[in-house]
């Protein structure tokens, strides 16, 4: 006859099991580790309890508790007390709570469904090797078993993909420590996506297109090696981001792991990347080409003749303007209206005088703002704008003042042709020992200090040649040109005309094969 204790024992065993076995399934982890520590208790050692690798996570959740649902009452006791200790032993504490008839520790549901509704927007903005799952390994929310199974997949999303579902297996304590080590790891966007909360956003789907739009092309007109410092002391680039950039073995290699990280990263971290860009000399094309030119112009105000009053109310008038774009006011949606018709927006307003910066789509949009500049429409918008706020204070007119040439100089930061760039990679081998890289040639071409040196440095000849053309090729168009001037000017004649014969050259086709 079975013990009345056996029987209760036996009963609650099976209780736990069938009134939470959904809550199971989600929370217990069948890691390797917790696998091998089950198979040492003696009952299920005894009936062969062996999950294979191959299965599925719930079929070896499934078989685990198919096999404890059939323990005899007579065990239940002994087998319980086994699972759970193996369990507290493989670091599921909160999983031998469920056994033990407390709920408190599992994943709450609020938790668990923001991180399973979040999934596709974690997997692609959230970075796992950008110290998070060092953090989360020595805050011992997770283990590193488990940071080695994440950083045992070769893509960021699939990383990051794993490390949600091992999360979401944990306890609840774990999603506010996830929380913790995301801010701490300058990853604020993603703490916005699960909590709704701080002024970080992830970077926008206009911006995400965008740069899968001009992947290629950018990849092969990006110098990364111009950018990293500066990205990492604006606080878009961490030292973790510097080491993955910097382990590409070739340049191209370099530029799409920059673009993948970037993808990554919060509106501000992309402003920071395109206003490097702006300010690099020799990256200002890539700006161009991700976000369009940008045109600055300078904004006069005609006031009464009192120069008091000129500065006073220019100081006063700064101030308006920059909180009217800012807020997209009233008095400013008519000139809004008409430059977003042209492709064309205004993006900042900085002081230093008054400077209305406006970002224009493509090339069509900046010949469309040089029509609303040179036909005073622009002069007449603002006008209508601000005038009525500042008439009494002596203010009479607007005027803009763009300098000459600013239109001119967006059609210099045209990106490298294919053809162009086809013939600096492809003419490499063949003109290794026929261009002579004298200081001379050097000083002849817009090349930064970096730059310069990266060329000067080069062990051979040919690697000089090499390092010149590749940097050429990822130059603006109008590099091809200047660099054809001066081959000419310094008298290699040889190279500029095979330059301006490829491909049709049968002979130098030959000569490359």
Not at 68 to 89: D, F, S
Not at 176 to 197: C, F, M, N, P, S
Request: proline share 2%.
């Amino acid at each position: 006859m079975v013990d009345e204790m056996a029987v209760r024992t036996g009963a609650n065993l099976r209780e736990v099991i069938d009134s939470h076995a959904s809550l199971l399934f989600r929370c217990i982890e069948p890691s390797l580790e917790l696998m091998i520590h089950l198979k040492s208790v003696a009952y299920l050692e005894q009936r062969g309890f062996s999950p294979q690798a191959q299965e599925t996570t719930d079929v070896k959740i499934w078989t685990l508790l198919d096999m404890l649902q059939k323990v005899p009452y007579e065990e239940c006791e002994t087998v319980k007390n086994g699972v759970i200790a193996k369990l507290r032993t493989s670091g599921q504490n909160h999983v031998a709570d469920v056994f033990c008839g407390s709920l408190d520790t599992v994943m709450s549901n609020d938790h668990y469904h923001t991180l399973l509704q979040n999934t596709t927007k974690l997997c692609q903005f959230l970075d796992p090797e950008n110290g998070l799952l060092d953090e989360l390994v020595s805050n011992e929310v997770i283990r590193i078993t488990d940071a080695e199974r994440i950083r045992s997949y070769s893509s960021y999303n699939d990383m990051a993909r794993k490390l949600v579902e091992i999360i979401m297996r944990k306890s609840d304590s774990a999603f506010k420590a996830l929380i913790e080590a995301l801010d701490k790891t300058g990853q604020r966007h993603v703490t916005y996506i699960l909590t709704g909360e701080g002024d970080s956003r992830p970077l926008s789907k206009e911006w995400t297109d965008k740069l899968l739009e001009k992947r290629s092309v950018v990849v092969q007109s990006i110098d990364s090696e111009c950018l990293v410092s500066t990205l990492i002391s604006k606080g878009v680039f961490t030292a973790h981001d510097k080491d993955r950039v910097e382990g590409g073995i070739t340049n191209n290699k370099k530029g799409e792991t920059m673009l993948d990280l970037i993808a990554r990263k919060s509106e501000e971290a992309f402003k920071g990347f395109i206003e490097t860009l702006q300010e690099c000399e020799c990256q200002k094309h890539v700006a161009v080409e991700l976000v369009g030119p940008v045109v600055a112009a300078t904004v006069k105000a005609q006031v009464t003749e009192s120069v008091d009053a000129d500065v006073a109310v220019e100081t006063e008038l700064l101030h308006q303007i920059q909180n009217a774009f800012q807020n997209n006011n009233t008095e400013v949606k008519p000139v809004n209206d008409l430059l977003a018709s042209n492709g064309v927006a205004v993006i900042q307003v900085e002081k230093g005088s008054i400077i209305v910066k406006f970002q224009c789509r493509d090339q069509a949009a900046v010949a469309s703002l040089k029509h609303l500049y040179s036909s005073k429409q622009l002069d007449q918008l603002f006008t209508e704008a601000f005038l009525p706020q500042f008439a009494d204070k002596g203010l009479e007119s607007l005027s803009l003042d763009i300098p000459d040439g600013t239109f001119e100089r967006n059609n210099q930061l045209k990106l490298m042709t294919e053809d162009h760039r086809e013939t600096l990679l492809s003419s490499a081998e063949w003109l290794g020992d026929k261009i002579g890289i004298s200081g001379e040639l050097l000083d002849k071409l817009s090349l930064c200090t970096r730059r310069r040196q990266a060329i000067e440095r080069a062990a051979t000849r040919e690697e000089q040649v090499k390092t010149l053309l590749d940097i050429v090729s990822r130059q603006p168009d109008s590099a091809f040109t200047q660099l054809l001037s001066a081959l000419d000017s310094t008298d290699q004649h040889e190279a500029v005309l095979y330059f301006r014969r490829w491909p049709r050259s049968s002979e130098h086709q030959d000569a490359r094969e």
